[in-house]
């Protein structure tokens, strides 16, 4: 396999791919397609920035939320975004510790889309908050209130999960990216790009000792944040199963998270990495094959979801539990049922186009499945947040959940963020890690 | 004029290895080795022997999580404890992810912030930035750099081991 995905590798030295992937920041001009997309996206930043200074003005009222479905779009917005954040450290820090090569190529964006989803992914929590400029008061600090958090509330766990996985991957990126800004630096002409480029390079020389130490943190980095992308999904998913509520209070919510999370991140990295490679004509590097192990990990993923949701209805059943029964009858066929057969079809159904070869070598046919998966996953998070919501114990108590105008802009606006973040990512810094792709020349010289 | 060292320019990675190698053999204390990407055995080959990052995230992590659970331990049981769903204040169990997310991150912090600080980094400027053809050693050349009183000798050195070209580094 891996003489597979380094083969294309054979007509490129150590300049030729380190200039390769330095002059698409440097000196290639910038298509007009480019700027037309970033101009979208600027749009949809300004839409989000406004939708979240009406929401501090008017308060959580503008959201569809109310009781009984008290978390709406903000929080399946927040499982979604933290998912897709999973797919970059997986590539980063599991994959180099299985010593897959092939990796190489794909993970520096792929953090990038970790970075930018997870950051997106934590204003949502502090957005649904009631009072959300007292957001802080989960951090422990010395206060005059002499008040310390409630460490056995699922919530403060969440708080700490998502700022250290925040700070570890961008710890992990920043890292990676030393070596390739101190090509930057070395290689760009004009004097703002060689001072930018210079301070964030941190002075960094390739010496000796220097790749030692740095090869060593690099690793343990990578051993850190392997549990830590387990954790984080599971701490998420413990927001739902710690509570009672039918629907949210199952043991299989950690591993199905998690198994989720896997699932849309790898979509998400299928979405960039396809018109990535296709715009800066990046296909030597970012081969066929590597798309086809892309999806290959997204069917096992999808598998598991699958599973996951079996073993929900399975276990409601079994347990004999008529708030259980019923709410996955109501799920089935209820109101929101239409959400339900929709994840199903989109999550379990279409992905099963992966089992043929063709559909895998087709990067527009991975594309199409990759955009149903966002969106599969997106309305999986919506069904667990506020169907279960919707009909829990008693049926005064049980009431429809309607999202209003502000929350689909407060969405679409967060894509455009995401969008936003990744254009002028692709821009300004390598999308594709240059010191270790010399490596991979190495390796195939050497072969 | 001082001069920081003297420096020469190799084009493979076996070059530069074989290099170091030799002026470690011919005696030469102080060979400082610089590449475009890790090589295995360069650093020791250069004189590296101990490598402190990973007794420094070691105990970057026990620190986060004895420090992380100390934390929820004094707040739930001497300085602030609250009757939660009648659990017991030392509810441990309870106490676990956030022990594990700060030993991650006590551990992470210290491993980038040691590995950066043993290297001597953030250091904008440094002598060898002087030597015009020193921007390739982040693209595709590899340079040894001697440092050595004796800088005609280092310069004979460098220039029996057949490179594309040496300099004086200038202080």
Same mark, same amino acid.
Request: charged share 15%; hydrophobic share 50%; glycine share 10%.
């Given at each position: 396999m891996m003489a597979d995905i380094a083969?294309?590798?054979?007509?490129?030295s150590y300049a030729s791919v380190s200039d390769k992937i330095a002059d698409i920041v440097l000196s290639r001009p910038t298509h007009w397609l480019w700027f037309a997309a970033f101009g979208i996206a600027s749009l949809g930043t300004i839409a989000f920035i406004g939708a979240i200074g009406y929401l501090f003005m008017r308060?959580?009222?503008?959201?569809?939320?109310?009781?009984?479905? @008290?978390?709406?779009?903000a929080i399946a917005n927040f499982v979604w975004w933290i998912g897709i954040g999973h797919a970059g450290t997986f590539i980063s820090a599991i994959l180099l510790l299985l010593r897959q090569r092939w990796r190489t190529s794909i993970n520096r964006f792929a953090e990038a889309m970790t970075l930018f989803a997870a950051g997106i992914a934590g204003i949502f929590p502090i957005l649904h908050?009631?009072?959300?400029?007292?957001?802080?008061?989960?951090v422990p600090y010395p206060n005059v209130m002499e008040l310390w958090p409630q460490w056995r509330s699922a919530l403060v766990w969440d708080i700490f999960a998502i700022s250290t996985y925040l700070i570890v991957s961008l710890l992990f990126w920043y890292i990676g990216l030393v070596p390739d800004l101190a090509t930057l630096r070395d290689r760009a002409h004009g004097r703002w790009k060689q001072i930018t480029y210079g301070l964030l390079a941190l002075?960094?020389?390739?010496?000796a000792r220097h790749w030692a130490r740095f090869e060593t943190v690099y690793l343990l980095l990578a051993g850190l944040a392997t549990p830590l992308v387990v954790s984080v999904h599971s701490v998420v998913s413990l927001d739902f199963? %710690? @509570?009672?509520?039918p629907g949210y209070h199952?043991?299989?919510?950690p591993p199905y998270f998690v198994a989720g999370a896997l699932f849309s991140g790898f979509a998400m990295v299928l979405t960039l990495a396809i018109p990535l490679r296709h715009f800066f004509r990046l296909q030597e590097f970012i081969t066929d094959r590597h798309l086809e192990n892309a999806a290959k990990i997204l069917l096992a993923c999808g598998w598991i979801v699958a599973y996951g949701y079996f073993i929900e209805t399975f276990t409601a059943f079994y347990s004999g539990d008529e708030y259980e029964i019923a709410m996955v009858i109501d799920r089935l066929l209820g109101v929101y049922a239409p959400v339900y057969w929709t994840v199903l079809l989109c999550n379990?159904?279409?992905?099963? %186009?992966?089992?043929?070869r063709v559909a895998r070598r087709s990067a527009w046919t991975l594309l199409a499945i990759s955009l149903v998966v966002n969106l599969g996953m997106w309305l999986e998070r919506v069904m667990i947040v506020v169907q279960s919501m919707h009909h829990d114990f008693l049926p005064s108590a049980w009431g429809n959940f309607i999202p209003t105008v502000w929350d689909w802009i407060t969405l679409a606006g967060s894509i455009g963020f995401f969008a936003f973040l990744f254009l002028l990512f692709v821009r300004f810094l390598p999308a594709i890690s240059i010191f270790e792709m010399r490596e991979l020349v190495r390796e195939e010289k050497s072969a | 004029m001082t001069v920081y060292g003297v420096m020469a320019e190799f084009v493979s990675a076996e070059a530069l290895l074989a290099a170091v190698r030799k002026a470690r053999a011919a005696g030469y204390a102080n060979v400082e080795a610089y590449s475009p990407f890790p090589i295995e055995g360069l650093a020791e080959a250069a004189?590296?022997?101990? #490598?402190?990052v990973p007794a420094i995230v070691l105990g970057g992590g026990l620190v986060g999580g004895l420090g992380g659970y100390f934390m929820q331990w004094y707040s739930a049981v001497i300085s602030y404890p609250i009757n939660s769903g009648g659990k017991?204040?030392?509810?441990w169990p309870e106490f676990i992810p956030v022990t594990f997310e700060m030993t991650v991150l006590v551990a992470a912090l210290a491993g980038v912030i040691g590995m950066l600080m043993l290297n001597g980094?953030?250091?904008?400027?440094?002598?060898?930035? #002087?030597?015009?053809?020193?921007?390739l050693a982040s693209r595709n050349r590899f340079f040894v750099c001697l440092r050595a009183d004796d800088t005609e000798a280092a310069r004979a050195f460098l220039r029996g081991l057949e490179p594309l070209g040496v300099w004086d580094v200038p202080q």
């Open positions: 083969a294309p590798l054979k007509r490129w308060g959580i009222g503008i959201w569809g939320v109310n009781i009984p479905v @008290a978390w709406g779009f908050l009631g009072r959300p400029w007292f957001f802080y008061w989960l002075g960094w020389r390739g010496e199963a %710690i @509570a009672i509520v199952s043991t299989v919510f379990v159904v279409l992905p099963q %186009i992966l089992w043929w | 004189g590296f022997r101990r #490598n402190w017991p204040p030392h509810s980094l953030p250091r904008l400027y440094h002598p060898l930035f #002087n030597v015009r053809e020193f921007d």
